[in-house]
């Protein structure tokens, strides 16, 4: 790519002379281009364009139609990957800090300082805009990349057991939902369904004859199933998720009234990301189709965990999911891909 010959920059600044005097400082400076605009609303729709062709802003606060921070916030909904620099006449650093906080590069006071430092100011703030946009890039794709090794740990499971093939898809979209409807941060609905997609990784130790018999099981091989929770935390335990994946993979059959496993633990000693998994989790197995039985239907399901809401399973979790379904945001599996017996969830 060639690189530009000059920056062009957009000076938003009601003040004329002060529009002037930065004009006459970038030609000293050289190698600039200055479109100058007065108004913000005449900014906005400069950088609503697609080809405008900006490299950076330098931004008046005090604008006859907006003022203060909301002139940041502004541009940055116009253009969020653009250089701010705030030039005002205000020589305040707590300002200038929000302003940075708010997502500027840097913050110049007027009548202080040359040509020379307005151009190194310049420079500097594009550079290091360039170069946030690259993390900003990296840290993107590699939380792609860790929701498609997260998927590709689900399938590998689901593989070596065809009866619960989806299920653990299923069930992290229907988290997902729960957690939509109860208001959970955007990073907190990630980790919900990250631990929703491997939830049964502690399967991966049962004997694979197990997962191929469908129907009643001895009390042997139930103990071993109900072992999966805890060799599923064993094995994620040590992967520094920014969630508390482990522990909602440990936690996703225990129940509010201690009649769950491994632990029996009560009540709040569950995290609420166990709690949401464990009414996803039957709610998926009940209503999707079994090797044994047809799928019993989402209306079954729900009305397993309501008449246990507050026993088993977290009240306003059950009634989340019931607003979730209602509204149809989760759809009960209708092919024959989801036929884990039901002991398995
Ligand atoms: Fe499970």
């Known amino acids: 790519m060639l690189e530009k010959l000059e920056t062009h920059l957009l000076l938003v600044e009601d003040n004329p002379g002060d529009a002037r005097l930065v004009e006459v400082m970038l030609k000293e400076a050289g190698s600039f281009r200055v479109t100058w605009i007065e108004r913000l609303a005449d900014a906005v729709t400069q950088l609503a364009t697609t080809d ?57 006071v007027k009548g202080q300082g040359d040509a020379n430092l307005l151009r190194r100011t310049i420079a500097y703030s594009i550079e290091r805009r360039n170069s946030e946009e690259e993390r900003e890039q990296h840290a993107k794709r590699l939380k792609r990349i860790l929701k498609q090794t997260v998927q590709a740990v689900s399938l590998t499971i689901e593989m070596r057991d065809p009866y619960t093939a989806g299920h653990q898809r299923r069930v992290a979209q229907l988290a997902r939902a729960i957690g939509q409807r109860m208001n959970l941060g955007e990073d907190v609905l990630d980790g919900l369904e990250t631990a929703a997609f491997i939830h049964d990784i502690g399967k991966i130790n049962i004997p694979a004859d197990f997962l191929a018999r469908p129907g009643q099981l001895s009390d042997a091989a139930f103990h071993v199933i109900k072992a999966h929770p805890r060799v599923g935390y064993d094995i994620v335990q040590g992967i520094e998720f920014p969630w508390p994946v482990a522990d909602m993979i440990l936690q996703h059959h225990e129940r509010l009234d201690g009649s769950g496993y491994p632990n029996a633990l009560k009540g709040d000693d569950i995290i609420l990301g166990a709690r949401i998994l464990a009414v996803a989790d039957v709610v998926e197995a009940i209503s999707s189709h079994r090797p044994y039985r047809p799928s019993l239907g989402i209306e079954a399901a729900i009305e397993e965990v309501r008449k246990n809401a507050g026993v088993c399973y977290d009240a306003a979790v059950v009634e989340a999911c019931e607003a979730v379904v209602r509204n149809r945001e989760f759809e009960a599996s209708e092919g024959s891909d989801s036929t884990a017996p039901a002991l398995f969830t």
């Open 52 to 108: 405008h062709g900006i490299d950076i802003v330098l931004l008046d606060l005090s604008l006859p139609d907006c003022q203060g921070l909301d002139t940041v916030r502004t541009i940055r909904r116009t253009a969020p990957t653009l250089p701010i620099v705030i030039l005002t006449g205000f020589d305040d650093e707590q300002l200038g800090l929000k302003a940075v906080q708010e997502g500027c590069q840097d913050y110049l």
